[in-house]
């Protein structure tokens, strides 16, 4: 296990040398309006993949809102019901995102347009705003750009939202994996 910004020292038998790679953590934060019931979902099954991946040591991973009504708030019981069933689980509270969530992550993954948008009036500059991307952009065969808000649907909308996170989640994941050389 190497700490964020540790190192990690190769050693090959048939040279005998030793080569030295800084160690960087990849940083996401996934984001939607409340954080109780699409950014939780995207959060616990990105962990999920990336545990199946044994990439844990590799990511830190969170989610936000970037409204404060649900400020401490589990994942709504409709997604904790829908991953449970799925075999996964939702265990983040809510939060609101605040503009120094930009300092502290290299990826800030919205949910729609609207959290975009939201986002990049929290941001102080361009660097800020670059970190700014929609998750189903990781998805290939998306038929739109948002995840829908399943909040004041049936058990359907929270279905629904569970597959496109996770469709998003395997594209990022596979996205960060070759980016980052993981």
């Known amino acids: 296990m190497v700490p964020d910004g540790g190192l990690r020292v190769h050693k090959q038998r048939e040279e005998r040398r030793v080569s030295i790679t800084l160690m960087h953590m990849v940083r996401v934060c996934f984001v939607c309006l409340g954080n109780i019931c699409r950014s939780p979902t995207a959060e616990g099954v990105f962990q999920h993949l990336v545990a199946e991946a044994n990439l844990e040591d590799h990511f830190e991973i969170d989610s936000a809102g970037t409204s404060g009504w649900h400020i401490g708030d589990q994942a709504d019981g409709r997604s904790r019901a829908e991953a449970a069933r799925r075999g ?91 980016d980052h050389g993981l």
């Open 88 to 178: 996964f689980e939702l265990t983040s509270r809510s939060r609101r995102f605040v503009r120094d969530d930009f300092d502290d992550f290299d990826l800030v993954v919205a949910m729609d347009g609207e959290n975009v948008a939201e986002l990049r009036s929290f941001a102080r500059h361009d660097d800020d705003r670059s970190k700014i991307v929609l998750l189903r952009t990781f998805d290939l065969e998306a038929d739109g750009e948002d995840v829908p808000d399943p909040y004041y649907g049936g058990t359907d909308g929270f279905r629904n939202v569970f597959d496109i996170c996770e469709a998003g989640c395997r594209g990022l994941l596979e996205t960060l994996r070759r």
